[in-house]
């Protein structure tokens, strides 16, 4: 999923921020609240739900595999809050898969589920209704088929198949989501993993000795009685702990007390990374209070608490009892054991009950439709080689070629793909561009397009190569490398390869990647040496 460093959610008029102000309850400020809601439910997913190896792409291909793990992990219910908060990422990641596959943006409805529910609205060329991911999650849970998930993807899938078959130049557009990309998720789940283990460490090697013997730090209560006397040996005011608060002793000190929360209140360490584009008073801008820093957290319940744990340490020197500042946390929930076969998560009949779940969240199909509808499409991701951009592209190409050639001179005979036809195509490009910026500003000239897919054909034809190109276009305008390209495999040294290496698998295989287009501009920064059939040698 392509980063959002201009999220047109964040503009102004951005339709996700529009409810910010808007009456609360509203249903425009429910759907902002939603929105600001995201970034926690997709860390929530991947930090403590999924496993280590998951793919965090909302891909549809990871459709089957997220309904497969939802049925196993809602299967026992232990009467905490764990099983509604799973739900919901669920539902959140399968929103923005679909969007992905469809575009369009979230919306909220008022006649969904019990008082409104989001709903993703596809890209309304496709005329499609609205999809309320939370109640297809629920229909999942109910049906126990596997393939609940899947179809809804698929038959969104198709309907975009269907219009790009008539209007082969469109595809889906969507409004950016903001502060759900996979590298934003990945940010906030491991920084506060690497800033916890590195703690642990400088507790085990000199803290614990430096704070009077580590036998006193064992995270029992009475060891928040010793941190209090410390915290007031050492600091008459508030003024004097503020100007030392960040060193390291005192980072441990609060490292320690933010720990005893996670050991004793079923806390967890937390991390909302700033976001750089979010407004001010927003949950990740810069002035946010949370936003930035790490903190502990009682995430994994409705009712949790969340605390910084410098400010603790600051108010046990203001002289409240470190004891009653840990008393905001409430005490973890005892648990009776495991309840086998919960389908729908009691704390989620408030947004949407059980008889909610029961009318069909896509339209029906027969079994024969459904059999057809997963024979033609096995969710895997656009291939790169094989897409209905880069298939688009290359037919007009190709339709076009005859009258480029003419236009070169010489026609298709004189334009043979051949190598030497590649010396011809570099005083060409050479004479009609006088230097490099004017090649760029023209990068969408019919003459230099024309012109880059010969030179690429040619390496298709001489070197066996591919092409290649994104699926999706990307959402960033300006960005240079969202062009076709040529690929071929880097050739082995079989004399240098040992015996136990393995080739067999040409994913394994470094590629050789040809940018057709910048290698044509670069002909004006090279030197006269330097030649386009020098690329064929690549493939030797």
Same mark, same amino acid.
């Given at each position: 999923? *392509?980063?959002?460093?201009?999220?047109?959610?964040?503009?102004?008029? !951005?339709?996700?921020?529009?409810?910010?102000?808007?009456?609360?309850?509203?249903?425009?400020?429910?759907?902002?609240?939603?929105?600001?809601?995201?970034?926690?439910?997709?860390?929530?997913?991947?930090?403590?739900?999924?496993?280590?190896?998951?793919?965090?792409?909302?891909?549809?291909?990871?459709?089957?595999?997220?309904? @497969?793990?939802?049925?196993?992990?809602?299967?026992?219910?232990?009467?905490?809050?764990?099983?509604?908060?799973? &739900?919901?990422?669920?539902?959140?990641?399968?929103? @923005?898969?679909?969007?992905?596959?469809? !575009?369009? =943006?979230?919306?909220?409805?008022?006649?969904?589920?019990?008082?409104?529910?989001?709903?993703?609205?596809?890209?309304?060329?496709?005329?499609?209704?609205?999809? /309320?991911?939370?109640?297809?999650?629920?229909?999942?849970?109910?049906?126990?088929?596997?393939?609940?998930?899947?179809?809804? /993807?698929?038959?969104?899938?198709?309907? $975009?198949?269907?219009?790009?078959?008539?209007?082969?130049?469109? +595809?889906?557009?969507?409004?950016?989501?903001?502060?759900?990309?996979?590298?934003?998720?990945?940010?906030?789940?491991?920084?506060?993993?690497?800033?916890?283990? /590195? =703690?642990?460490?400088?507790?085990?090697?000199?803290?614990?000795?430096?704070?009077?013997? =580590? /036998?006193?730090?064992?995270?029992?209560?009475?060891?928040?009685?010793?941190?209090?006397?410390?915290?007031?040996?050492?600091?008459?005011?508030?003024?004097?702990?503020?100007?030392?608060?960040?060193?390291?002793?005192?980072?441990?000190?609060?490292?320690?007390? #933010?720990?005893? &929360?996670?050991?004793?209140?079923?806390?967890?360490?937390?991390?909302?990374?700033?976001?750089?584009?979010?407004?001010?008073?927003?949950?990740?801008?810069?002035?946010?209070?949370?936003?930035?820093?790490?903190?502990?957290?009682?995430?994994?319940?409705?009712? #949790?608490?969340?605390?910084?744990? +410098?400010?603790?340490? =600051?108010?046990?020197?203001? #002289?409240?009892?470190?004891? *009653?500042?840990?008393?905001?946390?409430?005490?973890?929930?005892?648990?009776?054991?495991?309840?086998?076969?919960?389908?729908?998560?009691?704390?989620?009949?408030?947004?949407?009950?059980?008889?909610?779940?029961?009318?069909?969240?896509?339209?029906?199909?027969?079994?024969?439709?459904?059999?057809?509808?997963?024979?033609?499409?096995?969710?895997?991701?656009?291939?790169?080689?094989?897409?209905?951009?880069?298939?688009? +592209?290359?037919?007009?190409?190709?339709?076009?070629?005859?009258? +480029?050639?003419?236009?070169? !001179?010489?026609?298709?005979?004189?334009?043979?793909?051949?190598?030497?036809?590649?010396?011809?195509?570099?005083?060409?490009?050479?004479?009609?561009?006088?230097?490099?910026? @004017?090649?760029?500003?023209?990068?969408?000239?019919?003459?230099?397009?024309?012109?880059?897919?010969?030179?690429?054909?040619?390496?298709?034809?001489?070197?066996?190569? &591919?092409?290649?190109?994104?699926?999706?276009?990307?959402?960033?305008? *300006?960005?240079?490398?969202?062009?076709?390209?040529?690929?071929?495999?880097?050739? $082995?040294?079989?004399?240098?390869?040992? @015996?136990?290496?393995?080739?067999?698998?040409?994913?394994?295989?470094?590629?050789?990647?040809?940018?057709?287009?910048?290698?044509?501009?670069?002909?004006?920064?090279? #030197?006269?040496?330097?030649?386009?059939?020098?690329?064929? %040698?690549?493939? %030797?």
């Amino acid at each position: 999923m *392509d980063g959002n460093t201009a999220d047109d959610a964040y503009t102004a008029d !951005g339709v996700y921020m529009a409810g910010r102000h808007a009456p609360e309850g509203s249903p425009a400020h429910r759907l902002y609240l939603w929105i600001e809601c995201l970034h926690e439910f997709m860390t929530r997913f991947y930090d403590q739900f999924t496993y280590e190896e998951w793919e965090h792409d909302y891909a549809a291909r990871s459709l089957p595999e997220l309904e @497969e793990a939802l049925l196993d992990f809602c299967s026992l219910d232990d009467g905490g809050d764990g099983n509604a908060m799973y &739900v919901e990422s669920a539902a959140a990641y399968l929103g @923005e898969t679909l969007i992905e596959e469809a !575009g369009g =943006r979230w919306d909220w409805d008022e006649t969904a589920g019990t008082d409104g529910l989001p709903v993703v609205c596809p890209d309304p060329v496709l005329g499609l209704p609205p999809v /309320a991911p939370l109640l297809v999650v629920g229909r999942a849970l109910t049906d126990k088929s596997g393939q609940v998930l899947a179809t809804v /993807a698929r038959l969104l899938r198709k309907a $975009v198949r269907d219009r790009q078959r008539e209007h082969p130049e469109w +595809w889906p557009r969507r409004v950016p989501t903001p502060w759900v990309r996979y590298g934003t998720i990945l940010t906030a789940c491991n920084t506060p993993r690497r800033w916890k283990d /590195a =703690r642990i460490l400088d507790r085990l090697q000199w803290w614990g000795e430096e704070a009077g013997g =580590r /036998a006193l730090w064992d995270f029992a209560p009475a060891s928040l009685d010793t941190l209090q006397a410390l915290l007031r040996k050492n600091f008459s005011t508030v003024e004097d702990y503020d100007r030392v608060a960040h060193e390291p002793f005192w980072t441990m000190a609060a490292w320690y007390l #933010g720990q005893y &929360v996670v050991e004793n209140k079923d806390a967890l360490w937390q991390y909302r990374e700033v976001n750089p584009g979010a407004p001010p008073g927003t949950w990740y801008a810069e002035d946010c209070y949370w936003a930035g820093s790490i903190f502990v957290s009682q995430r994994l319940r409705y009712d #949790g608490h969340a605390e910084h744990p +410098w400010v603790m340490l =600051r108010e046990a020197v203001a #002289g409240v009892p470190l004891r *009653d500042v840990v008393g905001r946390f409430p005490d973890p929930v005892p648990r009776d054991g495991f309840t086998k076969g919960a389908t729908w998560p009691e704390a989620l009949w408030a947004v949407a009950r059980p008889e909610h779940l029961q009318a069909p969240p896509v339209p029906p199909l027969t079994e024969a439709e459904l059999t057809e509808l997963t024979a033609a499409d096995d969710l895997a991701g656009p291939d790169w080689h094989d897409n209905h951009r880069l298939n688009t +592209w290359l037919a007009a190409r190709r339709d076009a070629f005859a009258a +480029w050639a003419a236009e070169a !001179g010489g026609g298709t005979a004189e334009w043979d793909f051949s190598p030497a036809s590649l010396d011809r195509l570099e005083a060409l490009v050479r004479g009609r561009f006088a230097g490099y910026e @004017e090649t760029v500003a023209a990068h969408g000239d019919p003459f230099l397009v024309g012109a880059a897919w010969y030179f690429g054909e040619v390496q298709v034809r001489e070197c066996g190569a &591919v092409w290649r190109w994104r699926p999706r276009p990307s959402e960033n305008p *300006d960005d240079t490398y969202d062009v076709p390209m040529v690929e071929g495999p880097e050739a $082995v040294d079989e004399a240098a390869v040992d @015996e136990d290496d393995e080739y067999d698998d040409p994913e394994d295989d470094h590629l050789h990647i040809c940018d057709p287009t910048g290698e044509l501009r670069a002909l004006h920064l090279r #030197g006269p040496d330097d030649h386009l059939r020098d690329a064929l %040698a690549a493939y %030797a």
